[in-house]
């Protein structure tokens, strides 16, 4: 098999398309040396509309080149005669090259390595590699994912989970809309969760974005019986106005979170007078199984000093036997019990000039009784953010490679790319990790 043949077989090429010649060129300013192969067609070819696919004959030709795939070291370019065909239907149109999408200036090939490569490094550090600019490679990217999401289906989605994470400094958010794993009735996955769409901020119009883009892939608002979300009003409203009908199960995590964040304030405030109290944040935050035998002696002494912060810790620890509730009578008992215990132990004594120690664990309980039935929908839905958690840790691991994306779309497209489950038409890889 002489040179040609062999590079032709290599490429996929098809008649009419041919290699006329190979020139490789050693002496180039970078001194990484330069392939050209050269193609071009039949005398008398014939090639689709891509409008209509109907074969026509070539009007006038254009050269052009694409970059390649590395040979070893040296960079590679393809350099054809691209026809214009002369469509009886649709008049002279440039036609598609079957290496190279339609106004791309590399191969598929190439951009299929770039696809594969970004998810698992920094942009900037893929350039530099592949000795291009960033900002084309981005142009690659964004192109695909952008085309593999509006080939997604989303007509089967019925349950979504809703969470925001950083994109920048400056309290800058974006939303994700995630549709969890699916399990049959002996728990194995069925379907992986992937990520739906990303919305800038964390305002209630993002779930107006959804419905809209939901729509756009086949699914509807109306659609969706479990969402799975904080206690954000701004997400609250967003979900009452476009999803009347979904039953909302309030995140559990942001439950004990704000749980927590009520014992770590009435620590803060106790310690001003109790000294004891100072560099044992960790102590009353963590779970007791997870305690070190030195913090479990620390909590144990520090328990029977009679102090408002033991009593705000032995809440949060009551509070959390509730997800553990076998059914949704009990767990309602439990709740109801806890917030009457809570209203009780943390009214402030009538003389109380300074800042009440358990006023924000007082805030707490009266937010958990009015969101109740969003709180105990979990033991029916057994919906958490867990997986949607994990993602935001991907999301930021990358962006922490990138050293941050100051352009929200810029870090919208890596979440997709990361945690879209997106179907490319590359003839590498085809699927996102």
């Not at 109290?277 to 070190?292: F, G, I, N």
């Not at 709740?335 to 707490?364: H, I």
Request: aromatic content about 8%.
């Amino acid at each position: 098999m002489d040179t040609k043949h062999l590079f032709s077989a290599a490429l996929g090429l098809q008649a009419p398309w041919q290699i006329t010649s190979i020139d490789f060129d050693e002496e180039t300013p970078d001194g990484r040396g330069r392939l050209e192969i050269r193609i071009d067609f039949e005398r008398g070819g014939r090639f689709p509309c891509p409008e209509c696919e109907e074969l026509c004959t070539a009007h006038d030709t254009r050269e052009q080149s694409w970059r390649h795939l590395d040979f070893f070291q040296h960079t590679s370019y393809l350099i054809a005669r691209t026809p214009r065909v002369d469509c009886k239907t649709h008049g002279v149109l440039k036609a598609e090259v079957p290496w190279a999408r339609p106004g791309s200036g590399f191969t598929l090939m190439f951009e299929a390595l770039i696809m594969a490569l970004a998810s698992q490094m920094p942009v900037a550090a893929l350039g530099r590699i592949v000795r291009e600019y960033d900002k084309r490679l981005w142009r690659i990217i964004e192109w695909h994912v952008a085309d593999a999401r509006s080939r997604v289906d989303m007509s089967d989605v019925d349950t979504l989970v809703v969470d925001e994470t950083s994109q920048a400094k400056r309290k800058r958010y974006v939303s994700i809309f995630l549709e969890p794993k699916a399990r049959d009735e002996a728990g194995r996955v069925t379907r992986p969760a992937r990520v739906l769409f990303v919305a800038n901020t964390k305002s209630k119009m993002v779930f107006h974005e959804f419905a809209y883009d939901l729509v756009k892939h086949g699914g509807h608002p109306a659609w969706i019986r479990e969402l799975c979300m904080d206690m954000c009003t701004p997400f609250l409203q967003g979900a009452s106005e476009t999803m009347p009908l979904a039953h909302i199960t309030f995140d559990r995590f942001h439950v004990m979170k704000m749980v927590n964040a009520a014992v770590d304030e009435a620590r803060k405030r106790e310690s001003r007078s109790r000294p004891e109290l100072k560099k044992t944040r960790m102590d009353w935050l963590m779970a007791p199984e997870r305690l070190s035998a030195k913090r479990k002696a620390r909590m144990a002494s520090l328990s029977g000093r009679n102090l408002l912060t033991a009593k705000a810790y032995q809440m949060r620890l009551t509070l959390a036997e509730l997800w553990d509730a076998p059914t949704l009578a009990k767990a309602k008992r439990h709740l109801r019990s806890w917030c009457a215990w809570v209203k009780r132990a943390t009214r402030p004594p009538k003389d109380q000039q300074a800042p009440w120690v358990l006023q924000r664990m007082r805030k707490v309980g009266e937010s958990v009784r009015r969101n109740e039935d969003g709180i105990m929908r979990y033991v029916v839905s057994r919906l958490t953010s867990g997986v949607i958690e994990g993602i935001n840790s991907l999301a930021q691991a990358a962006r922490a490679r990138a050293r941050g994306y100051s352009n929200p779309e810029t870090f919208k497209t890596m979440i997709y790319l990361i945690a879209g489950r997106l179907s490319f038409d590359l003839p590498l890889a085809t699927h996102s990790k």
